[in-house]
Every structure is written in structure tokens, then in C-alpha cells.
């Protein structure tokens, strides 16, 4: 940190209260219940326990002063009103990133609200913005709903901290997980999966968190663990997997870490070694496979 030395010598006073606080008392000790030998080694003992304790209280006025000045970085609304787009309620809650209240930084709900059709609770977080226009948000959804056809799980998501649901300001969703069955793009998926809306540029993507699913495209089962990414005209582009488990593809076992989907052919690595054209293959070998032939070849032959 570059900062004045006092204030960085005062910082490590106060850090590490549990040795100057003890060692503040034990000089002041001292110096009042010390033998008369001392003199005016008293007054030396008194200034240096003076020194150490000095930190706490201008520390203590540097927290009241921050904690009164950010207040002014919150407002809680008094009647309904619009901030940033949402229909908020009467009692919610908002933090900002400056003093003009320009930026968004959260939004805490007071009740249950119906909000762009769904029910929602808790805190909602600016997921995207363009400048400081927030074009899409994150929150939790207050139980299971449906929403535009979409069965969805409610609560929040373990692995965003961004919440549950991501909608824009449509409240188009752009991941939400199942709470029901369902089928999307010629895939029926298991409930608890994980989905995020593509677009122009990206696929689908389809996290398979809690039970395998059939890909009709490939005439097997993907376990569970894995993400499929589904074109939206509903073609599978790539299956992807930090594990690496293993996905069986006309019988040839298959790593599910690097398998991607060209035209008819499927691109991966051998999950476990294999007879390839009658030669055995180790494990982690590029391997090509025709989705209507079925035959099987060596990326590098």
C-alpha cells in the first residue's frame, strides 16, 4: 500500500490489536506500579503505551465516518417506483456505485415481487451492462415457476453468485434451470438442468447437474455432468466436461473433455484404449467417427 508511513505504521498497530493492546497495558502497568528507581524511565514507558493506544480511537472515528458516508451510496424507496427499468416496490432497497445515484450496484427487495412476469426475492445484481445501463440482471426466483413455456427451479444457483435466473430487460431469460421435464431443441432433458439461452454467434448450452439424457443426434445416453452445446436450430455442436467422463458412441468409448460434432462426423479422444481398423489404440487418441457409417478412424491417418 502506498501510503504515509505513520498511517501504515498506525495500521499495523490497530491489525494486530491482540499483541499492542496487551503490550499498551503492560507498559502503563509498569509505569504507575513500577519501584521508585524508575524516574523518568516512567514517562518514556507512559509515551510509548500512548503511542500504541493513540491508532484505536482515530481508527474507531475513520469507521463512524465511513459508515456514515456510506449511507449516502443507498436509497430505500418510500412509495413504488421504476429505477433502472424494474418495477420496484415501496421499502426496496438500492446501492450505488457514486454519490449521484447513476450506478446500480444491487437491489434488495423487500417482499416477494412480481417483476417482467416473475416472482422474485432477495437481492437482484446487474449481470451485464452497456455503460451504466444495466441491460440484464440476476436474481432468484421465489419458488418453482413458469415462465414464457419454461418450467423453472427456484432459489438460487450454486455456482453464481449473480443468482438463480439471468433475464434482461425483456425478462427474456438467459439461464435458468429446470424445475420440471422438459424438451428444447429435439432434447428432452432431465429436470435440474442447467440452461443457457445462445444467440447468433453461441450455441444453446444444456448442464446435465443432475440425470443423464438420450441425444437422438448420437443414438446414446450423455451422463450426467455434462454440457451440451445445441445449436438453436437444434443440431449438438460440441459436448463439453471438466471430469472428462466417459460417453460411449457406437461402442467406441469416447472422452467427453473434447468431442465436438462436424457435419456428420463426431471429433474426440479414445476415453479408455481401443482397437481402431484392428490396431490397439491408447488412451487419449483423436479418433473420427461417421454418425451415419459408423466408421472409425485415427485424426492423424
Known sequence: MRLPWPLL????????WFVTLPLALAMALAAWYGAPWMGGLRWVLI???AFLILPFPA???LYLYQSYDATRYWRTLETAETIADLPLPAGSKIQFADKAHSIVVLIALPHVTEILGMRLAGILKPWKRQGNDVTHWGGDLHGYQIIDGLPCKGGPYANDLFGGVLFDKAGTLHRFTLGAPHE???LKLPAH???????????WSFLLSASEAYIPMLDTMAPVGLTLDVAGYGRLVRIRSGHGQTIVLRGVPLNSGSFEVQGGTVVSQLAEPFAVAGDMRPAGTSVRIGLDTGEISVVSE
Open 9 to 16: 505504521l498506525g495500521y499495523a498497530v490497530v491489525s494486530h
Open 47 to 49: 509515551a510509548c503505551a
Open 59 to 61: 481508527a474507531g472515528a
Open 184 to 186: 428444447l431443441l429435439g
Open 193 to 203: 438442468t442447467t440452461i443457457r439461452r445462445g444467440n447468433d454467434a453461441e450455441p
